[in-house]
Structure formats: C-alpha cells, structure tokens
C-alpha cells in the first residue's frame, strides 16, 4: 500500500481572503491557485493510475498458478538415445526467487510427483558459475513451457553437466518423483523434491 501526502499551502496573504477555522482559529487556509488546482488534479489521476495497476497486480498475484506438464507426456524420441539416468533432489528450495516469489510456496502449491521439470544452464549465477537451474515445466498452448524456479542441481552434480550442456552436446529434462519433509499445510517446515534427471545425446549429423 502507498501512502501519499500532499502538502496543504497554508498562508495569510492580505491580497487573497483567507479560510479561517472556527474550531482551530490558529489555522488559515488560503484558496488554491489555479495553477496549484491543476497540479493537485494530475497528482489525484497519477495516484488513481498507480492504485488501478496496484489492483491489477495483486489480481495477477492472485490467479492460479499455471497447470505442470506432466512427465508422461513427453515422447522419446529414438532419435536422441538415452545415455543415464541419476536420481538426485532440488537444492535451494527455500530460498527466494528473484521476482519475489518463495520457492517452498510454489513447492507447495504447484508440484507433485509425475510433474516434468526443466532444466536450463545459468553460467552468470554468482555463487556458482556452473549452476543448472531446475523449473516447472507447465502446459502451454503448443506443449510444455518454462515455469517458476524451484532450485538448481547440486554443485558436484553441475559440476560434471555444466561442460557438456554449454556444449549442446545433450538434452536433459526431469521429473519429480516425491515431495519429502513437512508437506502438512501448516507451512512449519521446508519441503524437499527428490527428481529423477534423464540425458539425452544430442544427434550428431553425418560427416561433411
């Protein structure tokens, strides 16, 4: 919520009658200039602006967050052979993420296990250069779509992907297997989410 004041100009002009307040007579209030008349106006209709997107925003906040895509779903495709498969758990979900929003909320509301994940290189992350980003995946009009951040791999973990996924040499996606810890809807404790990660090789075209 804003809070916003705007000063009242009060001053005994002999060339412009004041108003006088019977119940405080050491108050006197003299009539707004035009020009002053006109400032206070487009004040109020900036105020009433910023209020009105105010309200839109907190309607967005509002709204129910975007339906997972589930794992199942995504076809393999025998182009792109599997080559491992590593279960693993999200590190950093009770931290906040960079638009505000809180991941174990997020975990709370929008995940369960089947859900597919995302997972996406982050090589300007200051903590860790060789971070992967783990996310939502959510239903989109033509297939699954980036949604929130849930966390990222592990630094062992990022360690050893970070080289191959910079060079576009695999494709790698996840699921959510079980959501772990204090899931009861009291929120008194952290939510864990224990994925399985798939990677994919990347098809390598004939030899020129």
Same mark, same amino acid.
């Given at each position: 919520?804003?809070?916003?004041?705007?000063?009242?100009?009060?001053?005994?002009?002999?060339?412009?009658?004041?108003?006088?307040?019977?119940?405080?007579?050491?108050?006197?209030?003299? /009539?707004?200039? %035009? &020009?002053?008349?006109?400032?206070?106006?487009?004040?109020? +209709?900036?105020? @009433?602006?910023?209020?009105?997107?105010?309200?839109?925003?907190?309607?967005?906040?509002?709204?129910?967050?975007?339906?997972?895509?589930?794992?199942?779903?995504?076809?393999?495709?025998?182009?792109?052979?599997?080559?491992?498969?590593?279960?693993?758990?999200?590190?950093?979900?009770?931290?906040?993420?960079?638009?505000?929003?809180?991941?174990?909320?997020?975990?709370?509301?929008?995940?369960?296990?089947?859900?597919?994940?995302?997972?996406?290189?982050? /090589?300007?992350? %200051? &903590?860790?250069?060789?971070?992967?980003?783990?996310?939502? +995946?959510?239903? @989109?009009?033509?297939?699954?779509?980036?949604?929130?951040?849930?966390?990222?791999?592990?630094?062992?973990?990022?360690?050893?992907?970070?080289?191959?996924?910079?060079?576009?040499?695999?494709?790698?996606?996840?699921?959510?297997?079980?959501?772990?810890?204090?899931?009861?809807?009291?929120?008194?404790?952290?939510?864990?989410?224990?994925?399985?990660?798939?990677?994919?090789?990347?098809?390598?075209?004939?030899?020129?």
């Amino acid at each position: 919520m804003f809070m916003w004041s705007i000063p009242i100009w009060a001053n005994r002009n002999e060339n412009c009658p004041a108003i006088h307040s019977t119940a405080h007579p050491e108050v006197y209030i003299t /009539p707004v200039d %035009p &020009v002053l008349g006109i400032i206070f106006v487009a004040a109020a +209709a900036v105020l @009433g602006l910023m209020l009105t997107l105010s309200r839109r925003g907190e309607a967005r906040e509002k709204s129910p967050p975007a339906k997972s895509f589930p794992f199942s779903e995504i076809e393999q495709d025998p182009n792109y052979p599997r080559a491992r498969v590593i279960h693993t758990k999200i590190r950093g979900v009770s931290h906040q993420n960079p638009d505000g929003s809180y991941r174990q909320q997020v975990i709370r509301s929008s995940c369960h296990a089947g859900d597919a994940l995302f997972l996406i290189r982050e /090589p300007g992350n %200051p &903590v860790d250069p060789n971070a992967v980003l783990i996310g939502r +995946a959510c239903q @989109g009009t033509d297939g699954p779509i980036r949604g929130e951040r849930l966390g990222y791999l592990s630094r062992e973990l990022a360690q050893d992907f970070a080289p191959i996924l910079d060079q576009g040499t695999v494709i790698m996606i996840a699921e959510i297997l079980e959501l772990t810890g204090d899931v009861s809807e009291d929120e008194g404790g952290n939510v864990g989410v224990n994925i399985r990660v798939e990677e994919y090789i990347w098809p390598v075209g004939p030899a020129a």
